[in-house]
């Protein structure tokens, strides 16, 4: 089985066009669970398969790596180049996912991506952990994330308070991503999260970036456009129009590569149990 890894932002994806049906539906979460595992197989943040579409160019279809169906921003910028760099389609496209229709332009390396309306707002929350109180924004960006403001350096580890706040009473039953976002200046913000679905930190979220920029303009610490400083050191620029009540033409912009192609071996699947992400 052909694949391919892509890299956005730091987020890392294989690719496998399934356009054929090389991977029958009921084969995908355990495929899914076994392929993203780190140094046992390919190793990722996700998996996104590449399917027909009656309404756009293409579907893309994401799973984290627990097997589970979800959206992807950077996920959905990189197999947006993909489709390129494979002939598929022009430099203007619209994709498919579980969200809506998606409006993309690729120039070069770097992808514009339409994204989702905002969707279940709620500002003013102080969510309680282990005696402590964190100043947060709730946002629903094509999956839930919760933003939390504070300075987290490169040596701090997020895994800890970032496990607790994704499972909050606050935040709902199916839980949320977790931002913990600094604002250096009005355009400019310093983001780290922890992602359900991966049960960990990832070195880059589109939706994290996408929830940050709106969540702070909201708070008048930000206005469009704002640069998002990753935990990989890429920067991820989310523009926007309109307010709280209103934003419209929500777009992530942000590099999209092609690492490597190859043939998945049966090795690849075989010989280990995938742990399981509570």
């Not at 579980?98 to 390396?109: P, Q, R, S, Y």
Request: charged letters at 20%; a neutral charge; aromatic letters at 6%.
């Amino acid at each position: 089985m052909e694949f391919f890894k892509m890299s956005g932002g730091g987020n890392d994806f294989i690719v496998i066009d399934n356009r054929s049906v090389v991977v029958r539906p009921e084969a995908i979460p355990d495929l899914v669970r076994r392929l993203t595992v780190r140094a046992l197989s390919v190793g990722a943040d996700g998996v996104i398969l590449i399917e027909p579409s009656r309404v756009g160019d293409f579907r893309a279809t994401f799973f984290n790596p627990d097997g589970q169906p979800t959206f992807c921003g950077n996920g959905g910028r990189c197999v947006s180049r993909l489709a390129y760099l494979m002939g598929m389609v022009g430099p203007r496209m619209r994709v498919e996912t579980i969200k809506m229709v998606h409006d993309v332009a690729v120039e070069g390396e770097r992808v514009h991506f339409g994204m989702p309306a905002a969707l279940r707002l709620r500002t003013g929350l102080s969510l309680r952990v282990d005696e402590q109180y964190f100043d947060a924004v709730c946002i629903d960006t094509g999956v839930p994330h919760v933003v939390i403001f504070a300075d987290t350096p490169h040596s701090a580890s997020i895994l800890d308070l970032g496990r607790k706040i994704r499972h909050h009473s606050e935040v709902g039953p199916e839980g949320a991503n977790v931002n913990f976002v600094m604002v250096v200046d009005e355009h400019t913000l310093a983001i780290r999260t922890y992602e359900r679905g991966v049960e960990g930190e990832t070195l880059s979220c589109g939706t994290g970036c996408v929830a940050a920029a709106l969540a702070t303009s909201v708070l008048g610490k930000t206005r469009s456009p704002v640069a998002c400083w990753t935990r990989s050191g890429v920067t991820l620029s989310v523009q926007f129009r309109g307010t709280s009540a209103d934003f419209t033409n929500i777009i992530l912009e942000g590099d999209a590569r092609l690492i490597y192609q190859g043939n998945l071996g049966s090795e690849a699947t075989r010989g280990f149990d995938p742990p399981r992400r509570a």
